[in-house]
C-alpha cells in the first residue's frame, strides 16, 4: 500500500511536470528545449517537496512517540515510588510489632522466671518438711552404717511411696462382729433405703488448676451414721451382685447433676463409675434408654472402668460398650496396677481418658511417665494424674507435660446436696448450678474447688478436713 502510494504521487508530479512544459510551450511561446527545461524543474520542485514533507512527518511522528515514551516512563516512576512507600511503611509496621512484642513478652518471660525459682524452692522446702516428718515418725530409719544416696531417697519417689503406704485398709465399725452375708444384707438394704450419697471431687487443668471435671464417687451411709466409702463396700456389693441396681441409681443422679452443671458451665463434665457386671445385666437396656434421652449431655458425661474390668470385658461387655459409644457418651480407665496399655485399641473403644496413679507415674527415676505421654501424645486420649496430695509431687507432674490432675491437694471428695438431686425448679438447684460452675482457684492459693461449695455445712460439722482427709487416702479406690 504505501509503494502504491509512493508510485500514484511520482506519477502525479510527472504529470504535472509534462503539464506544465505543454503549457509553456503552447501557450506562451517557448521553444521545445525551454519547454522541457521548464517541466523539469517543476518535476525537480516537486520532488524535493514530497522529500521534505515526508521527513516533516516522520520527525512529528518520532516526536510524538518520544512523549509517549516519556509520559509511560513517567508513570512507570511514579508507580515505583509509590511501591517503594508502601514497602517501607510494611517495613516499620513489621518492626514496630516486633518491638511491641518483645515489650510484652519481657514482663511474661521474668514473671515465668519468678515463678520457676518459687517452685523450686517449694519444691525443696516440701521436701524437707517430708524428710524431717519421716525422721521424727521413724517410718523409714535406716539402721546401720552410712550408706550412699540412691534413687530410693528422691524426694518424689519417697512421696509417692508414702501415699501407697497410707492406703491400708482400715476398720469399718457398721462391718465388724458380721460374717459377708450379713455386710452383703446390710449394703442391700442400704442401696434399697436409698442412703447413698454422692460425693464430687475436682479434676483440675494444669497448671492454673481451673476445675474441668468432677468425679462422682459413691457412699454408704450405714444406720449409725458411719459413712462407709465405696472401696470397703463395693467388693460386698459384687458379692451380692448388686453393682447394677447401684450403677443405675448413681447413672440418674449422674446424670441430674450433669444438666444442673450445664447450666451454668458448657465445658464442665462429670466422671461416673461403672461395673462391667451391669453392662450385662439384663436391665441394661433401661439404662440404655435413660442415656438415650439424654443423649445431648453425652459429651459431658464420660463412664469410668477398671483396668481389671477392661482387660476382663468379653463380645457382650463390648457389644454394650458399642452402644453406649454411638450414643455420644465417652469413657475412662482407672485404678491402673500397670502400665502395660495399647492406646490405639482404647481409642478405637471410645476410652478418652486415664487416670495413672501417683504410685505409677513417679516411681523409679519417672521414665515410665515420659515413656507414657509419648505413648498417648496424638491418639486423642488424655492422661489425668490423679492421688496428689502435695505440692512436691504436682510439680512433678507438671513438669511431665500432664493435663489433668486430682487429688486431695486440689480438693477432697465432697457430697452433694439434697435438694441439688431435687426438683428442677428448687432453689437448692439453682444454687447447686451456680456453685458448681465456680473455678478452682489459682496456684499458690488454697485450692477451693466448686464442689467444695456443693458439701452440705451440717455434714462436715462434726468432721475436720484432716480427719477426711486421711480416710480416703486410706481408702484410696473408685468411686
Do not use: W
Not at 148 to 169: E, F, I, T
Not at 174 to 187: C, P
Not at 334 to 345: A, M, S, T, W, Y
Not at 386 to 412: K, T, W, Y
Amino acid at each position: 500500500m504505501v509503494r502504491f502510494g509512493a508510485v500514484f504521487v511520482a506519477m502525479c508530479m510527472a504529470l504535472i511536470a509534462v503539464s506544465l512544459g505543454g503549457v509553456s510551450y503552447l501557450r506562451f511561446g517557448f521553444n521545445g528545449p525551454e519547454a522541457s527545461l521548464i517541466g523539469i524543474a517543476v518535476l525537480m520542485a516537486l520532488v524535493a517537496y514530497s522529500a521534505l514533507a515526508a521527513r516533516m512527518r516522520d520527525r512529528a511522528d518520532a516526536t510524538e512517540m518520544i512523549s509517549g515514551l516519556k509520559r509511560s516512563s513517567g508513570d512507570m516512576i511514579r508507580q515505583l515510588a509509590e511501591f517503594g512507600r508502601r514497602i517501607n511503611a510494611i517495613d516499620n509496621r513489621v518492626e514496630r510489632a516486633f518491638e511491641r512484642s518483645g515489650e510484652s513478652a519481657q514482663p511474661l518471660a521474668s514473671e515465668l522466671a519468678e515463678l520457676s525459682s518459687q517452685v523450686k524452692g517449694l519444691v525443696g522446702s516440701v521436701a524437707a518438711h517430708d524428710a524431717a516428718l519421716s525422721a521424727a515418725g521413724g517410718d523409714r530409719q535406716q539402721v546401720g552404717g552410712a550408706a550412699d544416696l540412691g534413687p530410693a531417697d528422691d524426694p518424689v519417689a519417697a512421696a509417692a511411696r508414702a501415699v501407697s503406704d497410707s492406703q491400708a485398709v482400715h476398720r469399718v465399725d457398721a462391718f465388724s462382729r458380721l460374717d459377708q452375708d450379713s455386710i452383703i444384707a446390710l449394703v442391700r438394704d442400704g442401696i434399697e433405703a436409698g442412703r447413698i450419697d454422692l460425693y464430687l471431687q475436682p479434676i483440675v487443668t494444669l497448671p492454673k488448676r481451673n476445675v474441668r471435671y468432677y468425679e462422682a464417687m459413691s457412699r454408704l451411709k450405714a444406720e449409725s451414721g458411719e459413712v462407709i466409702a465405696a472401696a470397703d463396700f463395693l467388693k460386698y456389693a459384687e458379692a451380692g451382685s448388686l453393682m447394677p441396681k447401684l450403677d443405675h441409681m448413681t447413672v440418674m443422679r449422674c446424670v441430674q447433676v450433669v444438666r444442673r452443671l450445664l447450666l451454668k458451665n458448657r465445658d464442665i463434665g462429670l466422671f461416673c463409675n461403672l461395673s462391667s457386671a451391669t453392662l450385662t445385666d439384663s436391665g441394661f437396656p433401661q439404662l440404655l434408654e435413660l442415656l438415650e434421652a439424654n443423649r445431648a449431655i453425652g459429651p459431658s458425661l464420660v463412664f469410668e472402668f477398671t483396668q481389671r474390668a477392661v482387660r476382663a470385658m468379653g463380645p457382650a461387655e463390648h457389644e454394650s460398650l458399642a452402644a453406649l459409644a454411638e450414643r455420644g457418651f465417652r469413657f475412662s480407665m482407672d485404678n491402673l496396677v500397670d502400665l502395660d496399655l495399647e492406646p490405639g485399641e482404647l481409642q478405637e473403644r471410645g476410652f478418652r481418658f486415664i487416670k495413672v496413679p501417683v504410685t505409677l507415674l513417679l516411681g523409679g527415676d519417672g521414665s515410665a511417665a515420659s515413656d507414657l505421654s509419648s505413648m498417648f501424645d496424638g491418639v486423642g486420649v488424655d492422661l489425668v494424674a490423679e492421688r496428689i496430695e502435695s505440692e512436691n509431687i504436682a510439680a512433678h507432674v507438671v513438669e511431665r507435660g500432664f493435663r489433668f490432675a486430682q487429688g486431695f491437694l486440689f480438693s477432697p471428695p465432697r457430697p452433694v446436696r439434697a435438694e441439688a438431686l431435687q426438683g428442677e425448679n428448687g432453689e437448692g438447684a439453682k444454687e447447686t448450678e451456680k456453685e458448681a460452675a465456680m473455678p478452682a482457684s489459682a496456684p499458690g492459693e488454697q485450692s477451693q474447688s466448686s464442689a467444695d461449695l456443693l458439701a452440705s455445712a451440717a455434714a462436715a460439722a462434726g468432721d475436720s478436713l484432716g480427719a477426711s482427709r486421711n480416710q480416703a487416702i486410706r481408702t484410696g479406690g473408685r468411686r
